[in-house]
């Protein structure tokens, strides 16, 4: 049924992630987008003037050093985006196997890809690994087999040693989120190990 490749479809403007640990890789497909979300929204609207919106640059999430997505503010939730806000994506599209028996994505596996996205975000942020000291998943409604699932996560702080993130989910396939399909929300502490 759903663990066929061929139901892997990821919406517009996701691409595959073919750089990934073997965990990672094991539990995929997993897809990527980095790019303006404001230019992206206005292409989508048939707005014109407002230039391209490229969001594969990169192979991957973290080859665009230095990009902060921040966290969301409410003119964002309303559907309101700043034309020059850059974001990074990750999106899985929920197969039988990452599930339990009731057809609900399983727990451990939003908290693996919770983990996914802020080391992402570090990364990004930083440039610098890092390993997760302590993570902490709040989980606030059911995604299922065959939903689309994606995130993003930013850096709230960071020290010499120490780095502070948060990052959070939702099912759907629009590119602005939506409150109200959240699937959780996480923050973490993680140890730079260089």
Not at 143 to 164: H, I, K, N, P
Request: proline share 4%; net charge negative.
């Amino acid at each position: 049924m759903l663990d066929d490749p061929s139901h892997d479809k990821a919406p517009f403007p996701f691409k595959l992630s073919t750089r990934r640990g073997p965990f990672t890789t094991h539990n995929g497909p997993w897809y990527h987008w980095v790019g303006n979300l404001g230019a992206l929204v206005a292409e989508q609207s048939g707005a014109d003037g407002i230039g391209n919106a490229d969001g594969h640059a990169g192979d991957e999430p973290a080859a665009d050093l230095g990009l902060s997505t921040g966290p969301q503010s409410d003119a964002q939730s309303d559907q309101t985006v700043s034309r020059d806000e850059t974001v990074f994506r990750q999106g899985v599209r929920l197969r039988e196997r990452h599930c339990n028996s009731r057809g609900h994505a399983h727990g451990g596996f939003l908290s693996a890809f919770a983990d996914g996205l802020l080391a992402t975000a570090i990364f990004r942020e930083t440039g610098r690994p890092s390993v997760t000291i302590r993570l902490t998943t709040d989980f606030l409604r059911v995604a299922r087999v065959g939903d689309w699932m994606q995130g993003t996560a930013y850096v709230e702080r960071a020290t010499r040693s120490l780095v502070f993130v948060e990052a959070r989910a939702w099912i759907g396939e629009a590119v602005i989120e939506d409150a109200d399909t959240q699937v959780f929300s996480a923050r973490a502490v993680f140890k730079f190990t260089d």
